[in-house]
């Protein structure tokens, strides 16, 4: 049975401070165990790898940018990282190409060990300048079907939000249900709630196609939704944030819950 399939659900974005703002959004993503990416475009008529179709999928969306093929970039950034995870699972759960586009603000790599135990998430967070970073968090013992993990903001993103801030990330791991749920906080508290929840769906074409006519639009939805959402925060006259130089390095790797190291991977 393919563990590859979708969730419908719903994004919610609720700043506290310096103005509130609220946003929730109907999307659908997809969760691919890599490893099947070869099967599922032999199996499906409407998704396709690395070419054009209604849905796609294009390695070089993620990872370095290049063609190379996904699941060897995760393997190899593990092990460059030092997590030993050999030839064990690694399920991706971003949005799709719809019509050849597609934006991710957060793709969450959720990566097993060869006993099929989740070893690590690795979030792989994209900003509007075209620049990505990777936080890699080890799971340090065995957990309930609730993960928390924190790190802290290493990588621009929003111009409205200082770099002195934390991630507290507490996640549902994909099973009937997912949740990704994010919670920002600064030296005085909460600054922003991010969610993203749904159920899963089989991934067919049937389902690809339903999915299609309710969101026709989504990928150009996202990143429109960003750029609208931000004029709004902007009329409220919250303040612009300096954009620093990324980190030199593409991963940080969090060990503790909170002491980051940075590796050239």
Request: proline share 6%.
């Amino acid at each position: 049975m393919s563990r590859s399939c979708l969730y419908a659900g719903q994004v919610m974005h609720h700043r506290m401070k310096p103005a509130r703002h609220r946003f929730i959004y109907r999307v659908t993503s997809m969760l691919v165990d890599l490893e099947e990416l070869p099967q599922l475009e032999r199996r499906l008529k409407l998704f396709s790898r690395n070419r054009f179709n209604l849905f796609g999928f294009y390695d070089r969306d993620h990872g370095d940018g290049s063609d190379r093929p996904l699941i060897d970039q995760v393997r190899a950034t593990l092990s460059e990282q030092g997590l030993a995870l050999g030839q064990g699972r690694v399920e991706l759960l971003c949005y799709p190409r719809l019509l050849g586009y597609v934006f991710n603000p957060l793709s969450v790599f959720y990566c097993y060990d060869e006993q099929d135990r989740l070893a690590a998430i690795l979030y792989e967070v994209s900003n509007t300048f075209n620049q990505k970073h990777n936080y890699l968090i080890p799971i340090e013992a065995d957990t309930d079907s609730q993960i928390r993990q924190s790190c802290d903001k290493g990588f621009y993103v929003s111009p409205f939000i200082s770099m002195a801030t934390r991630y507290h990330f507490r996640m549902q791991p994909p099973e009937q249900r997912v949740a990704v749920c994010i919670r920002q906080t600064d030296a005085e508290g909460p600054v922003l709630h991010a969610t993203f929840t749904g159920m899963r769906q089989p991934l067919t074409d049937r389902q690809l196609i339903s999915t299609f006519l309710r969101h026709p639009l989504m990928t150009l939805k996202v990143i429109a939704g960003i750029h609208w959402e931000a004029l709004r925060i902007w009329r409220k006259k919250v303040p612009l944030q300096p954009r620093p130089t990324p980190p030199a390095a593409r991963t940080t790797l969090v060990t503790n819950q909170g002491d980051e190291q940075h590796e050239t991977v």
